[in-house]
């Protein structure tokens, strides 16, 4: 096997399970897809898988390397990313939706829109440095010696871009069929203030994490 296809292989199995820890975007998507529907769900995902290829960007060209040597920018990033999680966080903890579509009074339907969703989900990645820092310290184990840097480091990002998405996506047509379960008012409640929790948590730990 050659050296190339022995790192691509390696790459996608490391990147295959670190897309399958739950995390913060993974409790973003669902939440989503299960308070405003499959398609806002797909945006918030293509959201942050956008925000994994700039991260990737950045990385094959040396810019999260820079950002890891400064740190005036990343306590920047740090602490903007983790007010912005911890702001989400709070407001979703205090006001949790008691039904997937919100009702205002004329009957009109409060939802949040793909636009919306997409630029939430690409914001909560690109405001996290630490996704930066985990692509400058990942991809270069999996890159050969004789390949060109810059090219397959940017071949691994879109590797990383596709098994996220990928994943998103089963996630994602899976609430479908559990679409009843999940929008009783209970469950909606439950999921916000769960997310919440989650964005919280990760808010105050991005802003605890010292640079690398």
Request: aromatic share 10%; net charge positive; with cysteine.
């Amino acid at each position: 096997m050659s050296p190339i296809i022995l790192s691509l292989t390696s790459f996608v199995l490391a990147a295959g399970v670190f897309t399958l820890v739950p995390g913060l975007d993974t409790a973003f998507v669902l939440r989503t897809s299960t308070v405003s529907g499959v398609r806002t769900g797909f945006c918030a995902a293509l959201g942050i898988t956008l925000g994994l290829f700039v991260w990737g960007l950045g990385a094959a060209f040396g810019l999260t390397a820079l950002l890891a040597a400064s740190t005036i920018g990343f306590l920047i990033v740090k602490w903007v990313g983790a007010l912005y999680l911890f702001w989400i966080g709070v407001r979703l903890l205090i006001r949790p939706r008691t039904a997937a579509q919100a009702v205002e009074s004329g009957g009109r339907v409060n939802r949040l829109s793909g636009a919306q969703c997409f630029r939430q989900g690409l914001l909560t990645n690109l405001l996290n440095p630490k996704v930066g820092i985990f692509f400058i310290t990942f991809l270069p184990q999996f890159i050969p010696h004789e390949a060109n840097v810059v090219t397959f480091s940017l071949l691994l990002a879109g590797i990383q871009v596709l098994l996220t998405l990928s994943w998103f996506s089963l996630l994602i047509v899976m609430t479908a069929p559990l679409g009843a379960f999940l929008s009783r008012p209970s469950i909606v409640r439950t999921l916000d203030r769960a997310t919440g929790g989650i964005f919280v948590a990760f808010g105050l730990k991005l802003a605890l994490e010292r640079q690398g």
